[in-house]
């Protein structure tokens, strides 16, 4: 039976055309090849793309771009390939975040390779002088109480302060130095840590006497598994959003109706170091103030004695009035008395003249008499 088996094998295998197959399979394959072809040259324009991509962010995009070209030309289907460019792009990107690895494999390390930065810009307004809005600020170790995902700070001096945060599910801490101070207009600070670094500024701005404009600017540099793969969808910048509306909200609920108690820092720091404490800032703005307030004393004090002095012009005139009066009435007196003189001056003269007539009238009876007695 095996010996006529194999003899009928033989037979039939003879009698198939396997050159025939043999030159058919060979165009197959010639006809795949060049579907293969075609469709990565309809597909350049998109790996040119990756390419400019690749030039722009980093080597994940131009292994994406090689999968899917390699995937085309292997005959998948374009969905496929691109699904395969998406996993090598995505594996890539973890390599990417991973410690240690300097994105070339191999197990190299982060020397020499440029860390990227986040660049973070935020602002708030808040209803609140200016001063007020910037001693809140600089109440460091009152953020946990308002703040989300901050747990801890501690003043360890003047410019250090040591931070504690969460960060997903871990937690991460640092240590801040401010390098340049002014009451009243700007913080800049710098940061050092195990897991990455922040460094920023904080300025104040007095929109109107009762409002006031905080701009927040953050350089972060990423550094560990999380921070990185956090830093792929922004995650930091949307926490530094919603802590600076946590301390609005703060100012605008607590801080508002005890302004005075908000007490803060208002010393001045240039290069690191304190060049007025708190203490000196606080004796120069209350003399400033006090000054101020004389002078304000001052122009009042001067403008009362101008009006004094209106005043007085004004009464000026109603006293020559008074006195061209005076001056009337004495010499009205006079006029009265002069006439009252001259009436007396003609009653004496009157006098007089009947007294000489009378002493005329007394001779001649005198003198009669007498020459009446001589005729006797």
Do not use: C
Not at 151 to 171: D, G, I, P, R, Y
Not at 184 to 193: A, F
């Amino acid at each position: 039976m095996t010996g006529k088996a194999k003899s009928a094998t033989s037979s039939l295998t003879k009698e198939l055309p396997t050159d025939r197959l043999a030159e058919q399979a060979q165009d197959l394959l010639s006809a795949l090849a060049e579907r293969a072809v075609g469709k990565v040259s309809d597909k350049l324009s998109g790996t040119t793309d990756r390419l400019t991509d690749y030039a722009e962010n980093g080597g994940s995009s131009l292994t994406g771009a090689l999968t899917g070209a390699k995937s085309l030309a292997s005959g998948k289907s374009g969905l496929r390939s691109m699904l395969d460019a998406g996993v090598a792009q995505a594996k890539e990107k973890v390599k990417d975040v991973m410690p240690g690895n300097n994105g070339g494999g191999g197990g190299g390390s982060d020397k020499g390779k440029k860390i990227k930065v986040t660049n973070i810009v935020e602002s708030i307004e808040v209803g609140v002088p200016v001063s007020v809005a910037y001693n809140q600020w600089t109440e460091f170790e009152d953020y946990p109480t308002f703040m989300k995902k901050v747990e801890n700070v501690k003043q360890e001096s003047e410019t250090e302060l040591q931070w504690k945060a969460q960060v997903f599910l871990s937690h991460r801490t640092w240590k801040s130095t401010v390098i340049e101070q002014v009451p009243d207009e700007r913080i800049v600070w710098e940061s050092t840590g195990d897991k990455g670094r922040v460094n920023g500024t904080v300025t104040f701005h007095e929109l109107t006497p009762d409002l006031t404009k905080i701009l927040l600017v953050l350089a972060y540099y990423p550094q560990g598994f999380f921070e990185r793969t956090g830093n792929l969808w922004r995650a930091q910048g949307r926490r530094a959003r919603l802590e600076l509306k946590h301390f609005q909200r703060h100012v605008m609920t607590e801080t508002i109706l005890d302004q005075d108690e908000v007490r803060g820092w208002r010393g001045e720091v240039a290069d690191g170091e304190v060049v007025r404490s708190d203490e000196e800032v606080r004796e120069e703005e209350d003399q400033e103030q006090a000054d101020a307030s004389g002078d304000e004393e001052g122009d009042e004090e001067a403008y009362e004695e101008e009006d004094a002095v209106d005043e007085d012009e004004d009464a000026e005139p109603a006293d020559d009035d008074e006195e061209s009066d005076d001056d009337e009435v004495a010499d009205q007196d006079e006029d009265e008395y002069e006439d009252a003189d001259d009436e007396a001056e003609a009653e004496d003269e009157e006098d007089e003249v009947e007294d000489d007539k009378g002493r005329r009238g007394r001779t001649r009876s005198r003198s009669g008499t007498k020459t009446r007695a001589r005729g006797r």
